[in-house]
């Protein structure tokens, strides 16, 4: 099994900065895709940032330029780097990685943590 462990929410006041990480552990050959997302009260779950296995990025156009993702591979370690918080970016955000058990698990299976609640003040 896979555990996904997240850290660094909490609350801020707008403008200011937070750093959410994601620490992968378990039976893990590699991960290929790793995500943050995030959902806030009443609210869909969405993708806020992702980067692969090549370290190519994505990142939702609403926290373009105000978020940044990154990847620790040694260490199954995904981050993100949020500045110039909005209480519109108030959410539970959680991290995703694709996980592959082995050399033959392709694919690899989702997995997901249980969530970090950032909560922006204005």
């Known amino acids: 099994q896979v555990q996904l462990v997240e850290s660094g929410g909490g609350l801020v006041q707008a403008g200011g900065s937070l750093r959410l990480s994601c620490a992968a552990s378990?039976?893990?050959?590699?991960?290929?895709?790793m995500a943050w997302y995030r959902q806030a009260p009443g609210e869909q779950r969405e993708l806020v940032a992702s980067?692969?296995?090549?370290?190519?990025?994505y990142v939702k156009d609403s926290v373009a330029g105000r978020f940044a993702i990154s990847r620790d591979f040694a260490r199954n370690t995904v981050y993100l780097q949020m500045n110039s918080l909005k209480p519109e970016d108030t959410a539970v955000y959680y991290c995703?990685?694709?996980?592959?058990?082995?050399?033959?698990?392709?694919?690899?299976?989702?997995?997901w943590g249980r969530g970090t609640l950032v909560t922006v003040s204005s």
């Open positions: 995703n990685a694709e996980v592959r058990a082995t050399m033959m698990d392709y694919y690899g299976q989702a997995y």
């Open positions: 378990g039976r893990i050959f590699s991960i290929n895709d």
């Open positions: 980067i692969t296995s090549g370290g190519n990025t």
